[in-house]
């Protein structure tokens, strides 16, 4: 197991870009398909817009070793699929006990949290707020404001990701969207088929 070196990088004001990154990845349009309930406003925007990127995400790992840190930022752009305010794809932890903090540095969101269970949280997203995704919590950024919402993440490099989780409920219990006076609503998700998280159950 090699050990890492010290390291810093530069965060640009605004944008989240991270100089000294070790690597990018990005999500566009298309890569989102089936996430949104509004399945012909979806396929409205990706006809036109479907290889626009929705949100990127730079990231520093110094490696993948336990009790090491892996820390970046994601930028997701404004936007809304039907009534529904864009959002990250969201996950849970593939090693589910691990945590995350997220620092706020631009931009208004929520986090939408949800366990196996089907229980719910959301915190709020302003400039300097940090939320703490307790283990456990599945987890997703939603940006209900006009600009990018730009955060700084930090969780343990052995944590990985887990995508199904949200998958096969059908999406996550509740939806954030537009309540037609400016601001956000969060409201339950038709589609959501509540799991089964009886012991001998996964
Ligand atoms: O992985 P997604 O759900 O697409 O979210 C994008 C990113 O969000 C956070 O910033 C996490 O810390 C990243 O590890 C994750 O990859
Ligand atoms: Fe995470």
Not at 44 to 63: C, K, L, M, N, W
Not at 115 to 140: K, Q
Not at 163 to 169: F, P, V
């Amino acid at each position: 197991m090699s050990s890492p070196l010290p390291a810093a990088v530069l965060i640009a004001p605004g944008t989240g870009e991270m100089t000294g990154r070790t690597r990018r990845y990005e999500k566009r349009y298309d890569d989102l398909d089936g996430l949104f309930l509004d399945q012909a406003a979806f396929a409205a925007i990706a006809g036109t817009r479907g290889s626009e990127v929705a949100y990127q995400v730079d990231e520093f790992r110094p490696s993948d070793n336990a009790g090491d840190i892996i820390f970046g930022t994601s930028t997701l752009y404004a936007g809304r699929v039907g009534t529904e305010f864009i959002f990250t794809r969201g996950h849970i932890h593939a090693v589910s006990d691990r945590p995350e903090i997220y620092f706020c540095q631009s931009g208004h969101g929520i986090m939408l949290m949800e366990l196996a269970d089907g229980t719910v949280r959301v915190e709020e997203m302003t400039p300097n707020s940090v939320v703490y995704v307790a283990p456990h919590w599945i987890h997703r950024s939603v940006n209900v404001g006009s600009e990018p919402l730009v955060t700084l993440f930090c969780y343990p490099a052995d944590a990985g990701q887990d995508y199904e989780i949200i998958a096969r409920a059908g999406g996550m219990r509740d939806l954030i969207v537009d309540d037609g006076a400016g601001g956000w609503k969060q409201v339950p998700n038709p589609r959501y088929r509540p799991r089964n998280t009886a012991p001998g159950h996964v």
